[in-house]
C-alpha cells in the first residue's frame, strides 16, 4: 500500500516540477565572468548589495575583485559572512536581518551550496516573511524575491541554476527541502579563475556531488529529452575534467569543464529531482554531520548496484557517454564498468567511505527518514525495501 502512495505521489510530484514556472537566468561564463556579472549589477540600477558568503571566503582574497569591481561601478555593499556549511534557518534570518538593516537592493551570493542555499532563502524571505516551515514543500512563497546573483566558488552542488534550497532546522536538525521556481538566480558567473583556488578535498567531494546529480536525473522516472541531454553532457565532463581538476587545482580548462558540469547537472535535477542517494546523504548529513558530497560518494555505487536491472540500460548509455566499456559489452556489463569506474574514481581521489561516530542505533532511523524522503520527493527507477537500504548504510561502519 505505501508502494501504491509513492508511487502516486511521484505522478503528482512530477507533472508539478513540470509545470512550475522558470526564467532562464543570465549566465556569464569564462575566466573573470564574475566581474562582468558585478558590472551588471550597476547596468540593471543597483546601488546598494549585500555579499551572502561564508567566514573563510569572506577573509580570503577571493572577494577583492569582486568589492573593487563594485566600488569602481559605484556599486556600495555589505558584507554578511555568517553561512556555515548545512545553512540553518537562524542564519538565513541573521542575514536577511543584514539586508534590511543595510537597505540593500540585491543579494550577491559568492561561496559553495551552502552559500547559494541561503542566498536564496535570505532574498526569499525578505519580500515573504515567515517561519521555516511556512516554506517547507513546493512553490510556498507568495512573491518574487529580492533580485539574487550568483558566483559559486565550488563545482558541485549547481545551486545556482536549481529551484531548492536545503535549509536546516536549528532545533531538530532535520534538513527542509524548499522547492520554488523564484528561487532561481537571476544572473550567474561560472568563473574559473574563483574555482582555481579550492582544496583538493572540496574539488573531489563536490564533483561527486555534481556526478550523483547528473546520474539520479537520468535514471529518475521524470526525466525528459531535453534533461536527458544536461545529464549526460554533465557526465562526459566529469570523467574528462574531475581526476584533472582534483589533481592540478589551477588547471583552468579542468576547472571550467566542472563549472559547467555542475551547471548542466543542477538544470537536469532541478527539473527531476534525485534519488535514494540523496536520501542517505542527507540522512548521514543531519546524524553523523558528514558533508554532502562526501556523503554521496559514501553510496552512489552502491545505491546504483542495488537498483538491479531496472537501471542497466541507462547507465549504459551513461558509460558510453563517458567512454567507458567496449563495443559488443552488454547493458548490464556497461552498467557494471560505470558503477566500478565511480568506485575507481572515489579511491583515487582519496575520498572518505566512513561517516564519523555511525552508531548501530542509528541505522533505522537513517533508512526510515530515507525512504519517507525519496517516497514523497523522488520518482525513483524504482522503489527500495527497508532491508535493501539498511544492507546500503550497514555497508557503512566496515567499509
Not at 551550496?113 to 535570505?122: E, F, H, I, R, T
Not at 545556482?160 to 538566480?185: C, F, G, Q, W, Y
Not at 537498483?307 to 551513461?318: E, I, K, N, T
Request: charged fraction near 20%; hydrophobic fraction near 45%; charge should be neutral.
Amino acid at each position: 500500500m505505501k508502494i501504491l502512495y509513492f508511487k502516486l505521489r511521484a505522478v503528482v510530484v512530477t507533472w508539478l516540477m513540470r509545470l512550475l514556472p522558470r526564467n532562464p537566468p543570465v549566465v556569464f561564463k569564462g575566466v573573470n565572468s564574475a566581474l562582468t556579472l558585478c558590472e551588471q549589477v550597476a547596468v540593471l540600477g543597483y546601488s546598494k548589495v549585500l555579499i551572502a558568503t561564508d567566514n573563510f571566503l569572506g577573509s580570503s582574497g577571493i572577494l577583492d575583485g569582486i568589492k573593487a569591481t563594485l566600488s569602481k561601478n559605484g556599486v556600495e555593499f555589505a558584507i554578511y559572512d555568517g553561512i556555515l556549511p548545512d545553512p540553518s534557518f537562524d542564519k538565513v534570518q541573521e542575514g536577511e536581518a543584514a539586508i534590511r538593516t543595510e537597505r540593500c537592493q540585491a543579494v550577491i551570493a559568492v561561496g559553495g551550496g551552502s552559500v547559494l542555499d541561503a542566498a536564496k532563502m535570505m532574498a526569499m524571505l525578505h519580500t515573504n516573511p515567515g517561519t521555516l516551515e511556512s516554506f517547507d514543500g513546493i512553490q510556498k512563497c507568495k512573491h518574487p524575491g529580492l533580485p539574487l546573483f550568483a558566483i559559486p566558488t565550488t563545482a558541485g552542488t549547481g545551486s545556482e541554476i536549481t529551484l531548492a534550497a536545503v535549509i536546516t532546522d536549528p532545533v531538530s536538525h532535520r534538513k527542509i527541502p524548499i522547492v520554488d521556481s523564484k528561487m532561481i538566480p537571476g544572473y550567474i558567473a561560472l568563473d574559473a579563475e574563483i574555482m582555481k583556488g579550492m582544496p583538493p578535498g572540496i574539488t573531489a567531494a563536490t564533483g561527486m556531488d555534481a556526478l550523483t546529480h547528473a546520474v539520479e536525473s537520468y535514471l529518475s522516472k521524470a526525466s525528459s529529452a531535453a534533461t536527458e541531454e544536461h545529464a549526460r553532457a554533465a557526465v562526459r565532463l566529469i570523467f574528462k575534467y574531475q581526476v584533472r581538476a582534483f589533481n592540478t587545482g589551477g588547471d583552468l580548462e579542468a576547472r571550467d569543464g566542472m563549472a559547467l558540469a555542475a551547471f548542466y547537472a543542477g538544470a537536469a535535477f532541478t527539473k527531476t529531482s534525485v534519488g535514494y542517494v540523496h536520501g542517505i546523504a542527507h540522512q548521514l548529513g543531519r546524524v553523523c554531520g558528514t558533508p554532502h558530497g562526501n556523503a554521496n560518494a559514501m553510496v552512489l555505487p552502491e545505491v546504483l548496484a542495488a537498483y538491479g536491472d531496472c537501471v542497466h540500460q541507462r547507465l549504459a548509455d551513461l558509460a558510453a557517454v563517458a567512454g567507458i566499456g567496449q563495443q559488443g559489452d552488454s547493458a548490464a556489463a556497461m552498467a557494471g564498468k560505470f558503477i566500478q569506474a565511480i568506485v575507481d574514481m572515489r579511491r583515487e581521489m582519496n575520498l572518505p567511505l566512513q561517516p564519523k561516530d555511525l552508531k548501530a542505533g542509528d541505522i533505522p532511523g537513517i533508512v526510515d527518514e530515507a525512504i519517507a524522503e525519496a517516497g514523497s520527493l523522488y520518482p525513483v527507477p524504482r522503489y527500495m525495501s527497508e532491508a535493501e537500504l539498511t544492507t546500503i548504510v550497514n555497508g557503512l561502519r566496515a567499509a
